[in-house]
């Protein structure tokens, strides 16, 4: 199973980026998919996660700009955030619940990582 991110990028604050990730491979299923960051210097922080119903949710400090969505059919996210600040710079990381066969157990699996930058 891979998962490939991509869409990260340098951009001033206020603007926007759209990331994408899709997972591929020999996947039975999926179940919850969403996004960490790690600011510089900083640990690994939740962002926003999405349920195979849509259900979303957040962290306070992205609520209200980031907007996470899934394709069920294409095993595949976005992570559309709005108003950028210089403290959302970080390295963006997608994840995916995945289970392999049927009666396989959930493990989690990680996109490489693509960089967003926010300049004052």
């Known amino acids: 199973v891979q998962l490939q991110a991509s869409g990260g990028g340098l951009v001033e604050a206020g603007g926007s980026l759209t990331l994408s990730c899709a997972a591929s491979g020999s996947i039975w299923s999926i179940k919850g998919m969403g996004w960490y960051r790690q600011p510089p210097g900083k640990r690994r922080e939740l962002v926003a996660t999405?349920?195979?119903?849509?259900?979303?949710s957040y962290s306070d400090s992205v609520k209200d700009r980031f907007t996470v969505t899934r394709d069920n059919a294409k095993n595949s996210i976005w992570l559309r955030m709005n108003s950028l600040k210089p403290e959302d710079t970080a390295v963006y990381y997608c994840?995916?619940?995945?289970?392999?066969?049927?009666?396989?157990?959930?493990?989690?699996?990680w996109g490489q990582g693509t960089q967003v930058t926010v300049s004052s």
């Open positions: 999405i349920s195979p119903s849509q259900q979303e």
């Open positions: 994840y995916a619940a995945v289970q392999l066969a049927a009666t396989t157990d959930w493990d989690d699996y």
